[in-house]
Nanobody, 121 residues
Framework: QVQLVQSGGGLVQAGGSLRLSCAGS????????MGWFRQAPGKEREFVAS????????YYADSVKGRSTISRGNAKNMVYLQMNSLKPEDTAVYYC??????????????WGQGTQVTVSS
């Protein structure tokens, strides 16, 4: 069993930066790939970024590539999403998730509670 607790997020002006954090509990946390997803009102949940269990491989959605960095610290059971040059279209509820290394939400087993990111223009 893995529990994920998110922190970070909030309101930021366009062009600003935010770092989202996700703290995992459970002995098996470090065996899972981790992903970040987001969901805007009226839209489906979409993939943002993923990182494999060791942190050696990352993958990004085209919409955030070059502006975001996913990282993990297995010693502390933490995963981070650093987002720079934020745009109003980045506004959404962001979720961290643990599961298989995939862009599909269906491949992730455990989910954080979600955190709101709002980017004002």
């Amino acid at each position: 069993q893995v529990q994920l607790v998110q922190s970070g997020g909030g309101l930021v002006q366009a062009g600003g930066s935010l770092r989202l954090s996700c703290a995992g509990s459970g002995r098996t946390f470090r065996t899972y790939a981790m992903g970040w997803f987001r969901q805007a009102p009226g839209k489906e949940r979409e993939f943002v970024a993923s990182i494999n269990w060791s942190g050696s491989s990352t993958y990004y959605a085209d919409s955030v590539k070059g502006r975001s960095t996913i990282s993990r610290g297995n010693a502390k059971n933490m995963v981070y999403l650093q987002m720079n040059s934020l745009k109003p279209e980045d506004t959404a509820v962001y979720y961290c998730a643990a599961g298989s290394d995939s862009v599909s939400p269906a491949e992730y087993v455990y989910w954080g509670q979600g955190t709101q990111v709002t980017v004002s223009s």
